[in-house]
């Protein structure tokens, strides 16, 4: 009896060993290229170059676990902010003023900068019905009502008392305050600063080293002195002049010399028999309004007046053209008017009006 394990030569349960298979040797790789002469393609190897390249493998780069995404930079870091120094505000200048003959004049004035007038913060007092502003075109600071204030801001120069130099008001000396129809220094006035500082307005230049400190009337003289040997035809328009550089007197004569080279040291030393202050002590009291005959008496405005018009009859009749002008200009402040017309005609005041002031006004109420 056959099985059929005996035809296939299995035996039931027996699983027969899978023959091994040699692996064939692999063949070199080669290129085949068209033969026209024969008709075939014949196989030619490659260079052992591309043999190369062709066998290379690329190396299994080794997957590692997933790595969490880089964390995000840091902020930079900010300096600490420095905690914010509250500079105290600069205090507002507040001062007290007394001694005027004019009580109202009297009391405390507070600055207040958001009232400018004329370029300079106004300081008022604490009832608002005076103030203390800077008169831009004269130089100088005055005091005035309140009544007159848009007439001080459009660049009119009122008031009830002024300075008469460029210095601040804080500083005591130096005030001229309505007399009656004239003015005359304010001699009793006090200031006390109460609260601030008061700036340096107009700093005087030092002198130089030798060289002596002069009076308002002693450096116009000089200048006057110089002007009489250099250039006479400018002592008519010394008033002008003077009027010009009110409180930088000093400055105006360096200048003069300077310009027609005249010798400044020769003028304030009495070199070359120059003045020195001491001979110039008439000129200064011409100033002032006295000389030899005594003080000049108070005047009204309209008596200063005629007594001008006197002196340019006398001295320089074609001044008389601008006579109306002047005393527009000079309007309040007629007797400095008179007295500098004076000074500039080398006439004294005091004599001038006892000698031909009684005449001549006179005449003018006929």
């Given at each position: 009896?056959?099985?059929?394990?005996?035809?296939f030569g299995r035996r039931p349960g027996s699983v027969p060993d899978k023959p091994k298979v040699e692996p064939k040797p692999q063949d070199e790789p080669k290129a085949r290229t068209w033969d026209p002469a024969t008709g075939q393609f014949v196989e030619e190897e490659l260079p052992a170059e591309v043999q190369e390249m062709m066998r290379a493998k690329r190396p299994k780069v080794a997957e590692g676990p997933l790595l969490p995404p880089p964390p995000p930079p840091p902020a930079p870091r900010m300096p600490p902010v420095a905690a914010a120094v509250e500079r105290p505000s600069p205090k507002r200048l507040r001062v007290a003023l007394s001694g005027f003959l004019m009580k109202d004049l009297n009391g405390q004035y507070t600055e207040r900068p958001d009232q400018p007038i004329q370029g300079q913060a106004s300081v008022w007092n604490s009832s608002m019905t005076y103030f203390i502003y800077w008169q831009r075109s004269m130089e100088r600071w005055a005091i005035c009502d309140s009544g007159s204030v848009q007439s001080a801001r459009d660049g009119q120069v009122p008031g009830w008392a002024y300075r008469s130099d460029s210095q601040h008001f804080a500083n005591s000396k130096g005030w001229m305050e309505v007399s009656g129809n004239a003015w005359s220094?304010?001699?009793?006035?006090?200031?006390?600063?109460?609260?601030?500082?008061?700036?340096?307005?107009?700093?005087e230049e030092p002198s130089a080293p030798g060289r002596p400190q002069l009076s308002v009337a002693q450096y116009r003289a000089l200048v006057r002195r110089v002007y009489e040997e250099k250039n006479p035809s400018k002592l008519q328009d010394l008033a002008t002049i003077f009027d010009k550089y009110q409180g930088r007197e000093q400055e105006l004569l360096t200048q003069v010399c300077d310009k027609y080279e005249a010798s400044l040291e020769a003028l304030m030393g009495g070199a070359n028999g120059a003045p020195s202050p001491a001979n110039s002590s008439a000129s200064c009291e011409r100033a002032e309004g006295k000389d030899q005959d005594g003080e000049m008496p108070e005047l009204s405005a309209r008596e200063f007046a005629i007594l001008v018009q006197g002196v340019y009859q006398k001295h320089n009749p074609a001044k008389l053209a601008d006579l109306a002008r002047l005393l527009q200009k000079f309007r309040g402040i007629e007797r400095e008017f008179y007295l500098q017309v004076c000074d500039k005609y080398g006439v004294q005041p005091v004599k001038f009006y006892k000698e031909e002031g009684a005449r001549i006004l006179s005449e003018s109420d006929l």
């Open positions: 009896m056959f099985r059929a394990s005996d035809i220094p304010a001699i009793h006035v006090v200031c006390t600063v109460i609260e601030g500082s008061p700036p340096d307005m107009a700093k």
